[in-house]
Antibody, heavy 121, light 107 residues
Framework: QVQLVESGGGVVQPGRSLRLSCAAS????????MQWVRQAPGKGLEWVAV????????YYADSVKGRFTISRDNSKNTVYLQMNSLRAEDTAVYYC??????????????WGQGTLVTVSS | DIQMTQSPSSLSASVGDRVTITCRTS??????LNWYQQKPGKAPELLIF???NLQSGVPSRFSGSGSGTDFTLTISSLQPEDFATYYC?????????FGQGTRVEIK
C-alpha cells in the first residue's frame, strides 16, 4: 500500500535552516509528482511547492519562493524540502502528498501524516 | 495567482441535513477543482476531483458540480462522520491555491 512518511521537523530559531524528508513506498515513485502542503496551527491548508516526477519542473508559493527548495532522489524514493531563512510564520505541520495528473488536472491522492516545524527563539 | 473564495467559513447542521459549500475562483479554471475533507489531527483526504468526479471509496452522498469560476460541494444527507473541515483547491495554474476552508459542525 502507498505510504508517505515525513521526518525532519522540530524546533528551529528564526533565520536558521531545516530539511524535511518524505520517504515513499508502495508505488513507483519515479513516475509521480510530489508536493508539500503546510498548515499553521488552527489555520487552513497552504500549498507550498511541487516537483515533477523527473525533477525537471518545480514551482513554489510566493510566500516561500527564494527560501525553500524542493528536490527528490528517485533512487531513494524520497522527496525533500530544504527550508532556509525560516520565519515565525513558517511554523506549521508540513505534509507531503503524491499527486496524480491527467485530463483532470492534478490531484493529491495520498498524503503523509505530517511533521511539525516550529520556528521560535 | 488565482484567488479562492470559499463559503461559508463554517456552518452548523444536523445529521440527515443537505449541506452545500461553494467555492469561487478569481478567474476561470475550467474544471480543475478538487475538494478535500480534513478531520482534526489528520491529513486531508481527497473527495472530489475535476469538479464533479467522486474519488474511489468516497460515499455517493458527496457530489460536486460547477465549471469556470463557480463550484459546489454537496453532501446530500449529512452523517456523523462527515463533521470535518472541507477545502477546495485549484490546479489550473501554479500556485495551486486552496480555499480558506469550511468547518461543518454539529447543530
Amino acid at each position: 500500500q502507498v505510504q508517505l512518511v515525513e521526518s525532519g521537523g522540530g524546533v528551529v530559531q528564526p533565520g536558521r535552516s531545516l530539511r524535511l524528508s518524505c520517504a515513499a513506498s508502495g508505488f513507483t515513485f519515479s513516475t509521480y509528482g510530489m508536493q508539500w502542503v503546510r498548515q499553521a496551527p488552527g489555520k487552513g491548508l497552504e500549498w507550498v511547492a511541487v516537483i515533477w516526477y523527473d525533477g525537471a519542473n518545480k514551482y513554489y508559493a510566493d510566500s516561500v519562493k527564494g527560501r525553500f527548495t524542493i528536490s527528490r532522489d528517485n533512487s531513494k524514493n524520497t522527496v525533500y524540502l530544504q527550508m532556509n531563512s525560516l520565519r515565525a510564520e513558517d511554523t506549521a505541520v508540513y505534509y507531503c502528498a503524491r499527486y496524480n495528473s491527467g485530463w483532470y488536472g492534478a490531484l493529491a491522492d495520498y498524503w503523509g501524516q505530517g511533521t511539525l516545524v516550529t520556528v521560535s527563539s | 495567482d488565482i484567488q479562492m473564495t470559499q463559503s461559508p467559513s463554517s456552518l452548523s447542521a444536523s445529521v440527515g441535513d443537505r449541506v452545500t459549500i461553494t467555492c469561487r475562483t478569481s478567474q476561470s479554471i475550467t474544471n480543475y477543482l478538487n475538494w478535500y475533507q480534513q478531520k482534526p489531527g489528520k491529513a486531508p483526504e481527497l473527495l472530489i476531483f475535476a469538479a464533479s468526479n467522486l474519488q474511489s471509496g468516497v460515499p455517493s452522498r458527496f457530489s460536486g458540480s460547477g465549471s469556470g469560476t463557480d463550484f459546489t460541494l454537496t453532501i446530500s444527507s449529512l452523517q456523523p462522520e462527515d463533521f470535518a473541515t472541507y477545502y477546495c483547491q485549484q490546479t489550473y495554474s501554479t500556485p495551486w491555491t486552496f480555499g480558506q476552508g469550511t468547518r461543518v459542525e454539529i447543530k
